[in-house]
């Protein structure tokens, strides 16, 4: 099941390459203001005579990328035909992979907002001591709004994730 799974993705890598390189070998840019069909072949026939060795490298890409993609339905085409549990467990091990980065994401972030509330109290400590001195020279007041700052917070009850912002 692993090894099906990998070969899709190594085949769609493939895939994607090769169009990256057709792409970077195509010699014909073609615009939105040619009229025809007929002169947009012309075109392209002009080109492959001009080039042949180019035109017969990028029909080799071509014939490549048919045959990758239909050995990547072949193989999805398998996938689809795993028994449902397997299909399920499959899933659950996507899942629990997906689970364990949310999970480093979050306490990244709850470490992070932990050494912002600190920071923003230091602040705060700063702002408490220069604020009447501040009102005596500048009749106003030095920082505002600590009342309203918050960072945010994941937790989980086990199953719902909940992002909250807490009040620092």
Request: charged share 30%.
């Amino acid at each position: 099941m692993e090894k099906l799974q990998a070969e899709i993705v190594a085949l769609q890598v493939q895939i994607d390459a090769l169009r990256e390189e057709r792409t970077a070998l195509t010699p014909v840019t073609l615009s939105e203001s040619d009229d025809s069909l007929q002169d947009v072949v012309k075109q392209l026939r002009q080109n492959a005579r001009q080039n042949p060795e180019l035109a017969a490298e990028i029909k080799g890409i071509d014939d490549a990328i048919t045959a990758l993609e239909g050995k990547l339905k072949q193989k999805k085409a398998q996938l689809q035909r795993l028994p449902p549990k397997v299909q399920r467990a499959l899933q659950e091990e996507q899942l629990e992979i997906a689970r364990n980065q949310a999970k480093i994401h979050a306490q990244r972030i709850n470490d992070i907002a932990a050494e912002l509330a600190a920071e923003i109290r230091e602040l705060k400590a700063c702002a408490d001591e220069l604020s009447p001195l501040y009102w005596q020279v500048y009749y106003k007041p030095f920082i505002t709004g600590f009342k309203t700052i918050s960072v945010p917070h994941v937790r989980s009850d086990g199953e719902v994730w909940t992002i909250v912002n807490r009040i620092v």
